[in-house]
Nanobody
Framework: QVQLVESGGGLVQAGGSLRLSCAAS????????MGWFRQAPGKERESVAG???????YYADSVKGRFTISRDNAKNTVYLQMNSLKPEDTAVYYC???????????????WGQGTQVTVSS
């Protein structure tokens, strides 16, 4: 069985920080590009950040300079450090595995259940 389990979401004031974690089964972590996507109410799911097995990163323009993605290959875990949060960052954040990074972050077939991030103004 393969799974992605997110944690770390919550309610934070604008300007605050949160760190999301995604623990993955080894089968869908080792050698895989990992990514974070988000979906706000009434909007389509969008890419946020991604990191390849070799460490290449991707960031959406809306989060560049504020969010940092990292991975701990010994723990099969990917992180998303979110600083200077804005109300427009409010969404359900999903962990993803198996995608690719080229000019953009493309999603893979494995998804977590999502974690809610709410930023109050």
């Amino acid at each position: 069985q393969v799974q992605l389990v997110e944690s770390g979401g919550g309610l934070v004031q604008a300007g605050g920080s949160l760190r999301l974690s995604c623990a993955a089964s080894a089968r869908i972590f080792e050698g895989y590009t990992m990514g974070w996507f988000r979906q706000a109410p009434g909007k389509e799911r969008e890419s946020v950040a991604g990191i390849s097995w070799s460490g290449t990163t991707y960031y959406a323009d809306s989060v560049k300079g504020r969010f940092t993605i990292s991975r701990d290959n010994a723990k099969n875990t990917v992180y998303l450090q979110m600083n200077s949060l804005k109300p427009e960052d409010t969404a359900v954040y999903y962990c993803n595995s198996g995608g690719s990074i080229r000019d953009q972050l493309r999603s893979g077939i494995y998804w977590g259940q999502g974690t809610q991030v709410t930023v109050s103004s």
